[in-house]
C-alpha cells in the first residue's frame, strides 16, 4: 500500500458507518461545528436487497452493486487480490451477530451461533460444488493451506512437489517442515509469459517420482496475475496417485470455482478476498476420499457439526458472530451470481490489459490470453519507478493499487473485482498514460 489518501470527513463517515441504514455520525466527530448528521442514504448508500440480476447487467447494475459496499465514490480501489470490503449486509450481520453475543455471551448465544455456522457450511458446500462434510471453516488460506502440510504424514524418502511462484503459505510452509520431517521439496520453476497448459502439466509430470506424495500448486498466481489449468494438473496427480493442494487465495470468490470439475484433494481459500466475507476467515475443501489421511494440527473443543470439520474445526473458541457472518458473503454473492461475477471481474481486467497496452513503454507480465489470467494485472509501467507511480495515484489520484514485490518481474498489481466500475478502470488507464508520458 502507499502514501495514505486524503480522506476527507465525508470518506470517514463512510468509513465509520457501520452499523446498518439507520446509523447516524455525529460529524462533529470529524472535527465539524454544528449538528450536522450523515446516513447511509445521504452517502448515496444502501443494505437494502439487489434487483434481480439481468440476463445481460449494464453498468447501472453495477452501480447499484457498488451502493452496496463503503466505499467512498471517488475511491477508486482496486486491489482486491490484496483485501476486499465486505459488503453492507455483511458489515451489517457482523455487527447484528456480535451485538448479540455481546449481550448475552451465553452457551445458548454460541449455540444459536454455531447454528449459523452450519448453514455458512452448507452455502460454502453448494457455492463449490461439493458437500458440507468436506468444508472446514479457517481462518485464512494460510492456514488452510498450513493445516495440509502439517497434517500429512511425511518423512525421509517422500517428496512433495511445488510450483516456484506459490505464497510463502505453500512454499516456505514445505521447505520448512521438509527440514523437520526429512522429506524433500522439488520445485517446478515459473515461467514467464505463461507457457500454455500442455507445458505446465508436462512440467509437473516430469518432476513425479515413485516418492512423490503430494503436488502443491496455486490457482491464480498473485505474483504474475496468470491462471493455471488445475483441473488437468489434479488429474495428472491423480492418475499418478499423488495428493493436490490448490491454492485458490486468488480464485475463491471471483471465478466460478467448481470443485467437482477440478478434483483436488484439498483447496483453500480466504472470506477477506474476493468472496468479501468478514475478515480472518477462511475454508478449506478436504475431499472426502482422502480424510483419513490428514491429521489436526491443533486440538481443542468447538469442533464442526459435519465430516471433516469435527477434526480440523475445533481450534477453541472463536469469533463466532463473525464467522456466522460468512454466511451473508455467500448469499451476497451468490444472489448476483458466481457467473456474473466471474465475467464482471473478467470484463474489467480485459479493458485494463486492452488500455494498458496501448501505452507506449508499459509491458505486462501478466499473459493477455483470457485462458490464461483471471482478473489481476501486472505490469511494468515503463521506466517509472513503480513505487513513486503508486504513490502518486494513491495520493493525487484517489486509486489504490499495489506494488508487485520481488526482485524479477517489478511493477504494479491491480485486481479489479465487482465493486469497481469500468469508470474507476478508464480512469486509472488515463492516470497511467498520464505519469508514464510525463513522469511523476
Ligand atoms: C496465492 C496466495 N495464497 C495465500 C495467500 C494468503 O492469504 P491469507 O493472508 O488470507 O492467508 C495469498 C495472499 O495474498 C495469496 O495470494
Redesign the pocket.
Known amino acids: 500500500m502507499f502514501a495514505k489518501e486524503k480522506l476527507t470527513r465525508r470518506d470517514f463517515a463512510r468509513l465509520l458507518s457501520i452499523s446498518g441504514s439507520a446509523a447516524l455520525f455525529p460529524m462533529s466527530a470529524f472535527g465539524q461545528t454544528g449538528n450536522g448528521r450523515v446516513s447511509l442514504g445521504d452517502l448515496g448508500l444502501t443494505s437494502a436487497p439487489l434487483p434481480r440480476t439481468p440476463a445481460d447487467p449494464d453498468e447501472k447494475f453495477w452501480h447499484d452493486v457498488r451502493s452496496r459496499f463503503l466505499l467512498p465514490r471517488d475511491f477508486a480501489f482496486i486491489n482486491a487480490?490484496?483485501?476486499c470490503p465486505a459488503s453492507l449486509p455483511v458489515v451489517d450481520a457482523a455487527d447484528k451477530f456480535t451485538r448479540q453475543y455481546e449481550a448475552s455471551p451465553t452457551p445458548a448465544t454460541h449455540s444459536a451461533l454455531a447454528k449459523v455456522r452450519e448453514d455458512a457450511r452448507t452455502l460454502i458446500a453448494a457455492a463449490l460444488r461439493v458437500t458440507p462434510e468436506e468444508i472446514v471453516i479457517t481462518?485464512?488460506?494460510?492456514?488452510?493451506?498450513n493445516y495440509v502440510s502439517s497434517g500429512i504424514h511425511l518423512g525421509a524418502g517422500d517428496e512433495v512437489i511445488v510450483f516456484g511462484d506459490?505464497?510463502?503459505?505453500?512454499l516456505l510452509a514445505w521447505t520448512d517442515k521438509a527440514k523437520r520431517f526429512g522429506f524433500t521439496v522439488v520445485t517446478v520453476p515459473n515461467v514467464n509469459p505463461h507457457p500454455g497448459t500442455d507445458a505446465l502439466v508436462d512440467a509437473f509430470i516430469r518432476a513425479v517420482t515413485p516418492r512423490t506424495k503430494v503436488m502443491a500448486i496455486?490457482?491464480?498466481?498473485?505474483?504474475s496475475g496468470d491462471l493455471f489449468p488445475a483441473a488437468e494438473l489434479c488429474k495428472a496427480a491423480r492418475d499418478k496417485g499423488v495428493l493436490s493442494l490448490v491454492?485458490?487465495?486468488?480464485s475463491f470468490g471471483v471465478l466460478d470455482v467448481d470443485l467437482s470439475a477440478m478434483r483436488p484433494d484439498f483447496y483453500?481459500g480466504?472470506f477477506?478476498?474476493w468472496p468479501c466475507g468478514p475478515k480472518e476467515t477462511?475454508v478449506l475443501f478436504v475431499n472426502k476420499d482422502v480424510q483419513d489421511r490428514i491429521w489436526a494440527s491443533l486440538i481443542s473443543l468447538y469442533g464442526g457439526a459435519v465430516g471433516i470439520s469435527k477434526k480440523l474445526e475445533g481450534n477453541g473458541q472463536r469469533d463466532d458472530a463473525k464467522i456466522a457472518a460468512v454466511a451473508e458473503a455467500l448469499k451476497f454473492q451468490g444472489g448476483i451470481g458466481r457467473d456474473v461475477i466471474e465475467r464482471r471481474s473478467r470484463a474489467l481486467a480485459g479493458a485494463l490489459i486492452e488500455g494498458l497496452k496501448k501505452i507506449n513503454g508499459v509491458q505486462l507480465w501478466t499473459h493477455t490470453d483470457p485462458d490464461r489470467h483471471a482478473a489481476i494485472v501486472i505490469f511494468k509501467p515503463g521506466s517509472l519507478d513503480p513505487r513513486k507511480l503508486g504513490a502518486a495515484l494513491a495520493e493525487n489520484e484517489k486509486i489504490v493499487i499495489t506494488m508487485r514485490a520481488g526482485a524479477d518481474r517489478p511493477g504494479l498489481r491491480i485486481s479489479p473485482h465487482f465493486f469497481n466500475t469500468m469508470d474507476e478502470i478508464d480512469r486509472t488507464v488515463g492516470a497511467i498514460k498520464k505519469y508514464v508520458t510525463t513522469g511523476v
Do not use: W
Open positions: 487480490a490484496n483485501l481462518r485464512n488460506t494460510s492456514e488452510g493451506n506459490n505464497h510463502p503459505s505453500n496455486t490457482h491464480v498466481s498473485s505474483n491454492d485458490g487465495a486468488q483453500t480466504s477477506h478476498k477462511g
